[in-house]
């Protein structure tokens, strides 16, 4: 088993280059299946997550090479079953994208429920009612569910939340039904805009994206191509957090600033400076860090994903602090961790309460899921002792080498292999 090991840091500076957008990449290489050729995505990071959409993707005949430059090649030419796993679909959330894109050209899809985090259950209400008004049955079992189409139809879809999920998945399914699809209330994440775009470069017929409107007019075919993924604005928002946790300057490289616009505002209001160009983003510890009041909300608004890792940055703002999650209201087992590391925070229905400025010690702590793990190496960097994180694989699943990105601004951080009972000889001197 492996853990983490984080030391009390010194200021932090240099930057980082940000990889690929994990939740992009994910419905990007499901959206490949609607193509009739070969396809070559840019920039997809290579992290578990992936790798078990490759496996999945595998069983059913689609092809996927990785070259050593990190372009990914995915030929969905000899895609031959449509019927997953069920134990393995289910232990990943986003296998439902599958079903959007496979629907319209095979016409039966079976898939294991969705799992992935366990912070909270994934509703797929949405989805099923966008589908089922194109012409989809759905027949439910114990452990998988199958839906049907003899033929897709377009329709006019109102979603009664704001999802990006079933916004994706819908509209991969009105890609290559017949006549148009509205999508009203959508979803309008840049990851939403990003598999329109693939699509749209593949031959589809989306407009919209972006705008809580979207229209498809479906096409008879989809050719291949070249393109090249968002960059990860979850990744990026911690590292701009971690300037305000441990002190000094970090720049982000190779992003879309535009796609930071909530979370740069209310660092700044939190008390740090931040500039940038059209590429990159700097933040600047100015030693001070004010209270705050954070609301997520989908985007535009203050993203789920990045309400752990400002918690961690919460807890040394003097005063009080407030952070509704109204998306997910149970995502909050990173903050019993922080209370086990020495922080004031209390619970109720989906709000955290922080009494900011207290020391932070060393602990024991365990990541539940990928943002819980950053919220706590952020901790981490701030406490004073030695913080062990364990449930790694949790952090891998979205990180490639977390590692070693925080070691290249100057972190204590390693790797521990427990069963060894000692620290990786390659990063032991990161951590003495």
Known sequence: MKAIKVEQSAPLHGSVKIPGSKNSSLALIAAVCLADEAVTLQGIPNIADLRVIYELGG????KVERDLAGSMTVDPRNIQSTSFDPAKSSAFRTAYYFVGSLLAKFGKVTVGYPGGDDFVSRPMDQ???????MGATFTFFDRHYTVEAKELRGATVYFDTITSGATINAMMAAVRAKGSTLLLNAARDPEVTDTANLLNHLGAKITGAGTDTIRIEGVATLHGGTYAVIPDRLIAGAFLMAAGVAGGSITVQDVIPEHLSSCVAKLREIGLEIEGDDHSLTAHSTGILRATRVRTAMYPGFATDLQQPLTAL??????????????YP???????????????IKLRSGVAFI?????????????????AGIC???AGLRAEGTTTIAGVQHIERGYEDVVASFRSLGASI???HSDSDRIDNRRRSSIT
């Open 59 to 62: 069983e059913i005949g689609l």
């Open 127 to 133: 989805h099923i009612k966008a589908l089922k008004m």
């Open 314 to 327: 919460l807890t040394q703002a003097q005063g009080k602090s407030i952070v509704a999650d109204r998306i």
């Open 330 to 344: 149970s995502r909050f087992n990173h903050a019993h961790q922080l209370v086990r590391m020495g922080a004031d």
């Open 355 to 371: 009494k900011g400025g207290k020391p932070l010690h060393g602990a024991l702590v365990h990541a539940s899921d990928v943002r």
């Open 376 to 378: 706590l190496i952020l």
């Open 414 to 416: 390693g790797m521990f």
